[in-house]
T-cell receptor, first 118, second 114 residues
Framework: DTEVTQTPKHLVMGMTNKKSLKCEQHMGHRAMYWYKQKAKKPPELMFVYSYEKLSINESVPSRFSPECPNSSLLNLHLHALQPEDSALYLC?????????????????FGQGTRLTVV | TQLLEQSPQFLSIQEGENLTVYCNSSSVFSSLQWYRQEPGEGPVLLVTVVTGGEVKKLKRLTFQFGDARKDSSLHITAAQPGDTGLYLCAGGNPRTSGNTPLVFGKGTRLSVIA
């Protein structure tokens, strides 16, 4: 199983709504990532979890709140978003080298959630 | 500053033609990955190159890692419409130690016309 599953595939939300994006993998990967991708741009890193602990936050606004409940699941909680936050949100996972906690750069991506903020 | 520079950004060719996409950096990477992404989907990993000078083949796709591990190329032979997509090179961020999440080039958008 080399799948990373993201739900929902599409989401439309108002600026006052609270919603969550979900991501699941069963490859035993201990690093999980959230990326944001705007149209015609490459993915941009938002958050990195290593062994269920937040290790990197790329100065993301607090209206995005990540959560890693266990080694297979990664959530992104959304609150009070702006229309400019509309984008494709990608989850990815990779192995971590046990001793050095170095993330393997071979990342496997989910299909993404197409988010539209109205 | 863009760590990985890809060229060309856009490429439109006829079916059956050959093409090469380049990924260049002034930094040394321990490995580089190539991904292909279709509209509305997540990137799909095509290959990882690790050793300087390494050449890997995936059917009609040939990937090369530069001797100094600062650049890579993707060559497609006899392109087909199914090759259409966004090709992204990526590597572990050489500016961070230990944890090295991927940084991406801007991508090459390829269109193969039948």
């Amino acid at each position: 199983d080399t799948e990373v599953t993201q739900t929902p595939k599409h989401l439309v939300m108002g600026m006052t709504n609270k919603k969550s994006l979900k991501c699941e993998q069963h490859m035993g990967h201990r690093a999980m990532y959230w990326y944001k991708q705007k149209a015609k741009k490459p993915p941009e890193l938002m958050f990195v979890y290593s062994y269920e602990k937040l290790s990197i936050n790329e100065s993301v606004p607090s209206r995005f709140s990540p959560e890693c409940p266990n080694s297979s699941l990664l959530n992104l909680h959304l609150h009070a978003l702006q229309p400019e936050d509309s984008a494709l949100y990608l989850c990815a996972s990779s192995q971590v080298s046990g001793d050095s906690h170095t993330m393997n750069t071979e990342a496997f991506f989910g299909q993404g959630t197409r988010l539209t903020v109205v | 500053t863009q760590l990985l520079e890809q060229s060309p950004q856009f490429l439109s060719i006829q079916e059956g033609e050959n093409l090469t996409v380049y990924c260049n950096s002034s930094s040394v990477f321990s490995s580089l990955q190539w991904y292909r992404q279709e509209p509305g989907e997540g990137p799909v990993l095509l290959v990882t190159v690790v050793t300087g000078g390494e050449v890997k083949k995936l059917k009609r796709l040939t990937f090369q890692f530069g001797d100094a591990r600062k650049d890579s190329s993707l060559h497609i032979t006899a392109a087909q419409p199914g090759d259409t997509g966004l090709y992204l090179c990526a590597g572990g961020n050489p500016r961070t130690s230990g944890n090295t999440p991927l940084v991406f080039g801007k991508g090459t958008r390829l269109s193969v016309i039948a």
